[in-house]
């Protein structure tokens, strides 16, 4: 299965479907308990926010953010990379990398097509004054001045006609390693997220101490990724477009974007409103600072985990009209049609793949032998092995999909913490953060396949800045984990004991299955 995903010789959601078939005839896993792994309560959450993402694309909501945000930020070519990023970054925390890229990409081809489109004009006004002076007068000095002077001009039209690709360039590249970046911001951002979630079963990360261990190195990332691209396409290039001239005509170009969207819709104010009532259900339903909503309903929690808010929030999404004034002919705010076009359904079936091989592995006693295997890392120092294994997600993550990664790894790490007595959270954590930077490939992410191809690149445009963001993704995440998770997760949710607790449960599983297996 892991070969068939790293040669893709049949598409990865029907290999995703091999565990089904193979896991029963071997004995392993039985056909009941391992459809199960298809459709469990992580697989519930990353559905619903699929829906709810499209809710947010199909009411046109995260144009409106995207175009609003950069006028802000505003239009030289710097600020221009900087909103572009942080908003691609933003837009992917909540919906998914490709679906912020897909938005992003006609803006940014809008904008710099439309100045390169109006330098060819003025220019062109140019020639045709030049011609009225040639034909009025007909002395060939003057017509020589004249065709030199359109011959000027055509060269500083390619000029900056090339300077305005290589500048196109360089955002394709940012908004798609913000997406990368953007989607570890909060649980339900990415499936590689939710995967390590799904394994830590009933030590889970809530949405809140997620969204607070990734946020400032999410941040600080896309601002290294932004002085880095600057450094790269703008710094030491004299930039025809950084006048206040094209700076205003840049600006006047997506402000009419913006203005052809109309006033804000009640579909729009709708689905705002109720994408934010499932942030905030999903922030404060568990938070560990305070006592949660759900302790309304249960005081320990064990009935209610982020797919009921979730699936209440779609449930509305179908419910509720997009024009109320007009009730008999209205839509609702989604619909099933919609849901079937939008909705990544092959993520689903790699998703519940991934969690069906974690079972076969955990049944079949592999991931124990392997993690076994790795006991020679024991007197290595704890962020030695965190670093090696981040470092071999970083590799590993350029050649599968992330969420195949990820799949791969985790059962691994997790049993070599258990070998070695190291918290499995504390490695698998970053380890899974690391697989979502997948920078230096075309086909590493989809992200990477979508830029490569409409910015026409080549595989040396993505390796240079790919492989700095590598080093500089695993510095950050190295001395974030090391500082400011301990202090997310001792005074939160506190990782030793979570830790503590993991570790007394599968080492008694580990010494049970040591005995089946002698």
């Not at 992200?447 to 695993?474: H, Q, R, W, Y």
Request: charged share 15%; with cysteine.
């Amino acid at each position: 299965m892991v070969t068939y995903w790293f040669t893709e010789v049949i598409p990865m959601a029907i290999t995703a479907l091999i565990p089904v078939i193979l896991f029963p005839l071997l004995k392993i896993v039985s056909s009941e308990e391992i459809a199960k792994s298809y459709f469990n309560g992580t697989i519930m959450v990353f559905l619903g926010s699929l829906i709810a993402a499209c809710a947010v694309k199909k009411s046109n909501l995260h144009e409106r953010i995207a175009l609003k945000v950069i006028l802000l930020t505003g239009t030289s070519p710097r600020r221009l990379f900087f909103g572009f990023m942080f908003t691609t970054a933003f837009l992917s925390m909540w919906i998914s990398n490709l679906a912020s890229v897909a938005l992003m990409i006609p803006i940014v081809s809008a904008a710099f097509d439309q100045l390169t489109r109006k330098q060819s004009v003025s220019y062109g006004t140019c020639n045709n004054e030049s011609s009225v002076y040639v034909t009025l007068d007909e002395n060939s000095e003057k017509r020589r001045a004249s065709v030199s002077r359109n011959r000027s001009v055509s060269f500083s039209a390619a000029l900056k006609k090339k300077e305005s690709k290589r500048l196109k360039k360089g955002v394709l590249i940012g908004i798609c390693y913000a997406s990368n970046i953007g989607g570890t911001g909060t649980l339900t951002g990415s499936s590689t997220n939710l995967v390590l979630n799904a394994f830590l079963k009933n030590d889970q990360i809530s949405f809140s101490d997620w969204f607070l261990y990734n946020l400032p190195g999410l941040i600080i990332l896309v601002f290294f990724l932004w002085i880095f691209l600057c450094w790269i396409f703008i710094a030491n290039k004299k930039s025809h477009l950084d006048t206040k001239q094209n700076e205003q005509h840049v600006y006047e170009i997506l402000r009419l974007q913006y203005q052809k969207l109309g006033p804000i819709s009640f579909h729009e104010q709708a689905v705002l409103l109720l994408f934010g009532l499932l942030l905030m259900l999903w922030f404060f339903r568990a938070p560990d600072f305070m006592s949660g909503w759900t302790t309304i309903f249960s005081e320990n929690n064990q009935y209610i985990n982020d797919s009921t808010p979730t699936m209440l929030i779609v449930l509305l999404f179908f419910l509720i009209p997009a024009k109320p004034r007009n009730l008999k002919n209205s839509p609702m705010l989604l619909d099933w049609k919609t849901t079937q076009e939008k909705v990544s359904w092959s993520v689903i079936l790699l998703l519940g793949g991934g969690f069906a091989m974690a079972k076969g592995c955990e049944k079949s006693g592999l991931s124990v032998m392997l993690g076994g295997s790795l006991k020679i890392f024991e007197n290595f120092p704890h962020s030695a092995i965190t670093m090696m294994m981040c470092s071999v997600a970083l590799i590993l993550t350029e050649l599968v999909s992330n969420t195949a990664a990820i799949t791969i790894l985790l059962p691994v790490i997790q049993q070599m913490s258990l070998h070695i007595n190291v918290n499995p959270i504390s490695v698998m954590l970053p380890v899974t953060v690391c697989c979502s930077y997948a920078f230096m490939l075309p086909f590493a992410s989809g992200t990477n396949a979508i830029v490569f191809e409409v910015g026409k690149m080549k595989n040396k445009d993505l390796l240079l800045p790919g492989s700095f963001m590598k080093i500089i993704s695993l510095i950050v995440l190295m001395v974030m984990n090391s500082t400011w998770g301990r202090i997310i997760f001792d005074s939160m949710s506190p990782i030793q004991s979570q830790g503590a607790q993991f570790l007394t449960a599968h080492n008694q599983t580990f010494h049970i299955r040591q005995s089946d297996l002698s």
